[in-house]
C-alpha cells in the first residue's frame, strides 16, 4: 500500500511539479497513473521511491514513512526507473547478483528467482553479456528482473511498457495481474491507454502537477458522461485545464 | 564550412552545460571554485614568474636567454602531446555523441574538426598554466616591443595545434585498425595503451637523444652564445624550434620569416589531419559502442558460481571497480594514471646510460640514517600526489551522472555508498603504492622495514586524499555531462583536490625537512597527524557527507 499525503513539489521554488496531491494505492490493486509528458508522473514517481524528497507532505510506504525511515521503506518496493540504461559494462548477471545483494536476498532463493524470472522473460541466454550489448526493450526486462529478484510487496514502475515486444509486455502484464491478486500493489505510470485500460483496477488523470480524477475506469467514463473512448476523455480533461 | 561552426557551438555548450536549474546557487559555487582554484594556484605562477626572472639574468649572462621560451615552448607541446592522447581518444572515439552525429548529414572532417576545436580550447587553459608566465617573463626581462607580444599571441593560438595533430593521428590509425576486432571495448583498451606507450616510448627517445650528445659538446654550445642551445631544447617538435626564433627576432625580419613559417607548418598539419580524418574517422568510429554478446545460458554450476551472497559494502565496490576497469574512459584516465606515476618518475633514472649514477646515490643516501626520514616524507607526498591526481574518489559522483538516482532509491546507508566509493579508490591507491615499493625494494635496493613503514604512511595518505576528493564531489558534483570524458577529464574538481591535498602533504613536508626529523619523528608525525584526520573525515562522512548526497537532486 502507498498513501501519498497532501504532497508538493516545486522546482526554483515556483514551478510547482507537483500540487497538493493526495494518492492511495490499496492492497491488490493495479494502480495505473496517467497523464501526458511533463505532468508530474514522474516527479510524484520519484517522491514515492525516495529519489526526491517533497517540499510537504507525506508519503508512505506499506505505513513506512519514506522520509523519516527511508531504508526500510525502500525495502519495501521494487523500482523500475523510466530510462533503463543503467549500469551497462555490467553483465546481466552481474547486475541481478548486485541487486539481489543490495536487497539481502540469500543465495539459494536469489538463484531460483533469477532463473525464473530469466525464463519467464527469456533472458537465460542474454545474463552472461554485458548489458550494453542489449536491445532497448531486454534493457528494460533486466532492470525489470533487478526490481524484482527481492520479491518486494509493492510494485513501482515508471512507464514499464516502453521498448517491450508484445511478447514481454504480456508476459509483464500477466505478472502484475499475478502480483494484486496475491493482495499485493502495482503502482504504474504510463500515458498508453489502451494499457490502462486493460490491466488497472483505478487510475489516477494527473496534469500540470494536480489530479484531475481519481478512480476506476466506469466511475471516469460516469463521470464525465461519455461513453466515448477513453482516449477522447483523456484529451478532454487535459486540454481543458 | 557553416556546418562545421554550428556543430564547434553546439559541443562547446554541451561542454559547459549552461542549462541547469538552481543556476545562481550553481554560479556562486562556480565562481568559488574558480577562485578557490586562483589562490591556490597563484602563489605557484608567481614563484614560477621568480625563477624565470632568476634564470633569465643566470642565462643571460652566457647569451642563452632564449632557453627560457624554448623550454617553456616545449614543455608545452609535450604536455599537451601526451594529454591530447587521451583527450583525443576519449572526444574523437568514445563520448556518447558521436553516435548522435552519425546518422546527421555531417562529413567526417565537420565532427572531427568541431571536435578538434573543442580540445583545442581546453588546451588553451593548459597554455595558460605552462605557457602564458614564460611569455610575458621573457617579454619583460627583454623589454620586448609591440611587435613581440603580437607574435606571442598568434603563436599561442597555434602552438597547441601540431602536437594536437599529431596526437590525434596516432589515435585515427590504432582506432582504425582495433574496430575490426571482435570485443571492441578490450581491444579499445589495448589501442589505448599502445598510444600511451607511444608517447612514453618518445618521451625515452626524446630523452636518450639529449644523453647523446656529450658533455664537451654542450660546454660548446654554451660557450658559443648567441642561443645556440635553443636548437638542442626545442628538438622534442621541431616547430617550436621556428616559434622560438620569431619571437627573439621579433624585431627584425627574420622573426617575421619564421611566423609565416611557423603558420604554414601549422596549417600543413591542419591540412594534414583533416585529409587522414576523412580516410579514416568514420571507419574507426563506426560501430564504437558495439560490445559482443555471445548469448550462451549459463549451466547450473555458473549460475551458482555467479549468485554467491556478499555483503552490500563488498558488492557496491566490486561495482565501482567493474565499472572503473570497464569503461574506457575511467579505464585510462583513472586506473592506468594510477599506475603511470612509478613509469614516468622511475623512466628518467633508467634511461641514463652508462653508469647508474643517480640510483647509486640514492640507495646510499638511504642506507644513510638521516637520509631515512627524508625518504618517507618524499614517499609520502607522492603517494598523496598519486593518489589525488587519478581523481577516483573525486569524481566518484560525477561519474554516476544522469544515472545518480540510482543511489537515491536502493536501500542502502548513503554512508555505505560513500564509503564503497572512497574504498574504491583506496584499493587502487594501495596498489599503486604496492608496486611502487615492489619497484623501490627490487631497483634500489630499500631496506623491508623502511618499506614497511612506508606503506603505513602512504595508506594513511590514501585515505586521506579519498576522503577530500569526495567532499570536494561531493560539493560541486558534475552530473550533466553527454561523454564520460567529460565527469573525469573535464572535471576541476581533479584539480581541486590536488591543490587542496598537495598544500596539506607540502606543509607536513615543509615541517619535516625545516626541523630535520629523524625516521621515527617523522613516521610518528604523520600516523598522529594523518590518523586523526582520516578518522574525523571518515566520522564526517556518515554524517555531513551523507547530508550532502542526499541533497544532490539530478
Known amino acids: 500500500m502507498i498513501e501519498i499525503i497532501n504532497v508538493n513539489k516545486s522546482y526554483n521554488g515556483k514551478d510547482k511539479a507537483v500540487d497538493n496531491i493526495n494518492l492511495t494505492i490499496r492492497d491488490g490493486e493495479i494502480f495505473g497513473f496517467l497523464g501526458p509528458n511533463g505532468a508530474g508522473k514522474t516527479t510524484t514517481i520519484k517522491m514515492v521511491t525516495g529519489i526526491l524528497s517533497a517540499d510537504s507532505g507525506n508519503i508512505t510506504i506499506n505505513g513506512i514513512d519514506i522520509e523519516k525511515n527511508g531504508l526500510e521503506a525502500k525495502k519495501q518496493f521494487g523500482f523500475v526507473p523510466d530510462n533503463p540504461d543503467m549500469f551497462l559494462r555490467l553483465k546481466g548477471i552481474e547486475y541481478l547478483n548486485f541487486m539481489a545483494d543490495i536487497y539481502d536476498v540469500p543465495s539459494k532463493l536469489r538463484k531460483e528467482r533469477i532463473e525464473a524470472l530469466a525464463n519467464r522473460f527469456e533472458m537465460s541466454n542474454a545474463l552472461i553479456d554485458q548489458i550494453q550489448s542489449y536491445s532497448h526493450g531486454m534493457r528494460q526486462k533486466i532492470v525489470i528482473m533487478g526490481a524484482l529478484v527481492h520479491e518486494p510487496e509493492v510494485w513501482i514502475l515508471d512507464e514499464p511498457m516502453t521498448g517491450l515486444d508484445p511478447k514481454s509486455s504480456y508476459v509483464l502484464k500477466e505478472m502484475m495481474r499475478e502480483h494484486a491478486n496475491r493482495s499485493k500493489s502495482v503502482f504504474f505510470s504510463t500515458h498508453v491507454l489502451e494499457v490502462a485500460e486493460k490491466i488497472c483496477d483505478r487510475v489516477a488523470v494527473i496534469n500540470k502537477g494536480k489530479i484531475l480524477f481519481c478512480g476506476t475506469l466506469d466511475e471516469l467514463r460516469q463521470h464525465f458522461k461519455a461513453s466515448g473512448s477513453l482516449e477522447k476523455i483523456f484529451l478532454e480533461m487535459t486540454d481543458n485545464e | 564550412m557553416s556546418k562545421f561552426i554550428a556543430l564547434t557551438k553546439v559541443l562547446l555548450r554541451a561542454g559547459t552545460g549552461s542549462s541547469s536549474n538552481k543556476k545562481n546557487k550553481k554560479q556562486v559555487k562556480g565562481i568559488l571554485l574558480g577562485l578557490l582554484l586562483l589562490i591556490a594556484f597563484t602563489p605557484i605562477a608567481i614563484e614560477f614568474g621568480k625563477f624565470l626572472s632568476v634564470a633569465y639574468d643566470g642565462l643571460e649572462g652566457i647569451g642563452q636567454e632564449a632557453v627560457i621560451l624554448a623550454f617553456g615552448l616545449s614543455v608545452v607541446c609535450v604536455v599537451i602531446f601526451f594529454f591530447g592522447i587521451f583527450y583525443a581518444m576519449g572526444i574523437f572515439y ?298 577516483i574518489s573525486c569524481t566518484s559522483i560525477s561519474r554516476e551522472g544522469e544515472n545518480l538516482f540510482i543511489l537515491k532509491y536502493i536501500p542502502m546507508k548513503y554512508k555505505e555508498q560513500l564509503m564503497a566509493k572512497v574504498l574504491s579508490a583506496v584499493v587502487l591507491g594501495m596498489v599503486g603504492m604496492v608496486m611502487i615499493s615492489i619497484l623501490g625494494v627490487a631497483l634500489l635496493k630499500m631496506p623491508l622495514d623502511l618499506v614497511l613503514l612506508m606503506i603505513i604512511v602512504g595508506t594513511l595518505g590514501i585515505l586521506f586524499t579519498s576522503y577530500i576528493g569526495i567532499f570536494i564531489d561531493l560539493n560541486f558534483p558534475k552530473l550533466h555531462w553527454d561523454t564520460e570524458q567529460r565527469a573525469v577529464k573535464q572535471n576541476l574538481n581533479v584539480l581541486l583536490s590536488m591543490a587542496i591535498c598537495l598544500a596539506i602533504a607540502g606543509v607536513t613536508v615543509f615541517i619535516i625537512l625545516k626541523f630535520k626529523l629523524t625516521k621515527w619523528a617523522v613516521v610518528a608525525l604523520i600516523v598522529a597527524v594523518y590518523a586523526t584526520l582520516d578518522v574525523v573525515l571518515y566520522y564526517l562522512l556518515g554524517t555531513k557527507g551523507a547530508k550532502m548526497l542526499r541533497k544532490i537532486e539530478s
Open chain 2, 94 to 391: 568514445f563520448s556518447m555523441d558521436v553516435e548522435n552525429l552519425l546518422p546527421l548529414p555531417f562529413k567526417p572532417w565537420h565532427i572531427m574538426g568541431a571536435k578538434f576545436a573543442v580540445v583545442l580550447i581546453y588546451e588553451y587553459l593548459t597554455e595558460l598554466i605552462f605557457f602564458m608566465p614564460t611569455l610575458i617573463a621573457y617579454g619583460m626581462k627583454s623589454s620586448a616591443g609591440v611587435l613581440y607580444y603580437t607574435y606571442g599571441v598568434v603563436i599561442f593560438l597555434l602552438l597547441p595545434i601540431v602536437p594536437l595533430v599529431l596526437a590525434s593521428i596516432i589515435n585515427m590509425v590504432i582506432m582504425r585498425f582495433t574496430n575490426i576486432a571482435k570485443n571492441k571495448d578490450r581491444f579499445r583498451l589495448i589501442g589505448g595503451i599502445i598510444a600511451m606507450c607511444s608517447g612514453i616510448g618518445l618521451n625515452i627517445y626524446v630523452q636518450r637523444f639529449t644523453q647523446d650528445i656529450n658533455q664537451s659538446q654542450i660546454t660548446e654550445m654554451f660557450a658559443e652564445g648567441n642561443n645556440s642551445l635553443v636548437a638542442l631544447v626545442t628538438k622534442i617538435f621541431p616547430s617550436t624550434n621556428i616559434a622560438v626564433n620569431s619571437l627573439i627576432n621579433s624585431v627584425n625580419s627574420q622573426g617575421f620569416i619564421n611566423l609565416i613559417l611557423f603558420i604554414i607548418i601549422t596549417v600543413a598539419a591542419l591540412i594534414l589531419f583533416i585529409l587522414l580524418g576523412e580516410a579514416l574517422y568514420f571507419k574507426g568510429v563506426m560501430g564504437v559502442s558495439e560490445t559482443t554478446s555471445k548469448r550462451k545460458v549459463l549451466s547450473n554450476q555458473e549460475l551458482t558460481k555467479n549468485t554467491t551472497q556478499n555483503s552490500s559494502l563488498k558488492v557496491y565496490l566490486l561495482k565501482e571497480l567493474k565499472l572503473l576497469f570497464r569503461t574506457p574512459v575511467y579505464f585510462m584516465n583513472c586506473v592506468l594514471m594510477n599506475f603511470l606515476w612509478p613509469i614516468f618518475i622511475l623512466v628518467p633514472l633508467f634511461v641514463q646510460k652508462g653508469d647508474t649514477g643517480q640510483i647509486g646515490e640514492i640507495t646510499k643516501l638511504l642506507k644513510q640514517g638521516n637520509g631515512t626520514g627524508i625518504a618517507i616524507a618524499i614517499f609520502f607526498c607522492f603517494i598523496v600526489f598519486a593518489s589525488c591526481s587519478n581523481g
